[in-house]
């Protein structure tokens, strides 16, 4: 069992930034990969950027220059700073990990990008 804690979520103007935790109860050297994802309302939950065990990430197109994915392995922590926000990145945030045997989910932070 894994357990996933985020924070780091608010109300931000545009070009704003944040920076997005999630800490794992498990060293993240045991897991495969830590993705974020988000939902906005309305819509469906969407992959944001992941890194994989190796270190490789990958972004999705409408987030890459403005956002990165990093780790701290002492922390067993995954970060996500994201800079210039606009308004179409609110949504509900949430930290994905994946095992060997099955993948977790944080409970989400919201984030809200208004002027």
């Known amino acids: 069992q894994v357990q996933l804690v985020e924070s780091g979520g608010g109300l931000v103007r545009p070009g704003g930034s944040l920076r997005l935790s999630c800490a794992a109860s498990?060293?993240?050297?045991?897991?495969?990969?830590m993705a974020w994802y988000r939902q906005a309302p309305g819509k469906e939950r969407e992959l944001v950027a992941i890194i994989n065990k190796g270190n490789s990430t990958n972004y999705a197109d409408s987030v890459k220059g403005r956002f990165t994915i990093s780790t701290d392995n002492a922390k067993n922590t995954v970060y996500l700073q994201m800079n210039d926000l606009k308004p179409e990145d609110t949504a509900l945030y949430y930290c994905?990990?994946?095992?060997?045997?099955?993948?977790?989910w944080g409970q989400g932070t919201q984030v809200t990008v208004s002027s």
């Open positions: 498990v060293s993240i050297l045991r897991l495969d990969a």
């Open positions: 994905k990990v994946r095992t060997v045997l099955k993948p977790y």
